[in-house]
């Protein structure tokens, strides 16, 4: 404190009137100052007292924005409730009235809030609370649903879960008026499983004998978990939840895979 | 114990008899799956019945993996006996 404002105190506690006029206004225009930087108002303040945690805030208000398979919220919180921490529960459904599928995020005080939903359209819905037990009622951030986006690709490391492999041979054999046949066997040699992966996970699988295809065309063998499938095509064993195990060619080229070529055919990475 | 089948059945949507087989002292298991039922040429689209079910003996096509994978297991107990090679412990293949 200076030497000035103390003198002014003591002058003023003294009974000089003009000080005690000229320390208050000094005060005043100190805290004008600092209330403009600050943005407060201590002359009008819009909370002069801390609200009680029995009577729930008013609604906040949200803004919505789905990109790459997420959904960006950004909160704002209401005007009459600066000096209080507001708690905010969010949750989404994809029904409209919230009557299955709800999902409900942790409650946080953060004014940003991120929903991981690729693909998924879901209603998104807010309450908040001074206590995080005394809500307000459910506002929906937007009457419509909310669209995530897909999930981009550059949003996967390189070559993870998408690395499917195995040390499976897919050998087609057969000759022409024989049955046409396929045998799925690991490095150990026919009738022995493999060893498939996805990503950094191992599991083993049987070996397979399979007859009675068609002849003349390549045939692609899949493992759906529980059954081996086959088409001539790769896109039909590509559904999800399927593995691809190999290509075989049941009547291939001399040199190549299946019966001419006697060496089958084996595919270790798709 | 020697290989055994252990279900198969039939899917009528794919046109398939799948059969599986297993060895119960190990756990591993070899899949049969035969085709019956229409092909179809992947180039043209033309589609034709198959002309060789009538061959197909699923009895004959069991009896022979059986005996093939039990001629496996055979080749592998005798090696293990042979040299005295201690067993690890069950697991599927």
Request: charged share 15%; aromatic share 6%; glycine share 10%.
């Amino acid at each position: 404190m200076s030497a000035e404002i103390r003198s002014m105190i003591e002058s003023a506690v003294g009974g000089n009137r003009e000080d005690m006029r000229n320390l208050l206004l000094q005060f005043m225009n100190e805290h004008v100052q600092a209330h403009q930087v600050t943005g407060t108002n201590w002359v009008s303040p819009t909370s002069g007292t801390l609200p009680s945690s029995t009577t729930p805030p008013p609604a906040a208000t949200a803004a919505a924005q789905g990109a790459n398979g997420v959904i960006s919220l950004q909160i704002t919180n209401p005007t009459q409730a600066a000096k209080a921490t507001i708690y905010h529960e969010v949750s989404y459904s994809p029904v409209k009235n919230f009557s299955q599928g709800v999902t409900t995020l942790p409650v946080s005080a953060n004014n940003t809030v991120s929903i991981p939903a690729p693909g998924q359209a879901p209603f998104v819905r807010i309450r908040s609370s001074y206590d995080g037990s005394t809500w307000n009622t459910h506002q929906l951030i937007q009457q419509t649903a909310v669209q995530a986006g897909l999930q981009s690709s550059a949003a996967c490391e390189p070559g993870t879960v998408l690395n499917n492999w195995n040390y499976a041979n897919v050998v087609g054999q057969g000759a022409p008026g024989q049955v046409p046949l396929i045998q799925v066997y690991g490095p150990n040699g026919p009738y022995h499983g493999y060893t498939a992966g996805r990503g950094t996970t191992q599991v083993s699988r049987p070996s397979a004998t399979i007859l009675n295809t068609d002849y003349s065309e390549n045939q692609i063998v899949a493992f759906d978990g529980k059954r081996f499938q086959i088409s001539p095509v790769l896109p039909g064993v590509l559904k999800d939840s399927w593995e691809p195990v190999g290509l075989a060619q049941v009547n291939g080229t001399p040199g190549g895979g299946g019966i001419k070529g006697g060496n089958g055919a084996r595919l270790t990475a798709i | 114990m020697a290989w055994q089948l252990k279900n198969h059945d039939f899917d009528h949507q794919v046109g398939r008899h799948y059969a599986v087989l297993h060895d119960p002292a190990t756990g591993a298991e070899h899949h049969i799956v035969i085709h019956t039922g229409h092909d179809s040429c992947p180039t043209c689209g033309h589609v034709k019945p198959k002309t060789n079910t009538g061959e197909l003996d699923f009895k004959a096509i069991l009896k022979e993996e059986l005996a093939n994978l039990e001629q496996s297991r055979m080749q592998s107990a005798a090696y293990v006996q042979r040299h005295n090679i201690p067993v690890a412990k069950a697991s599927k293949p």
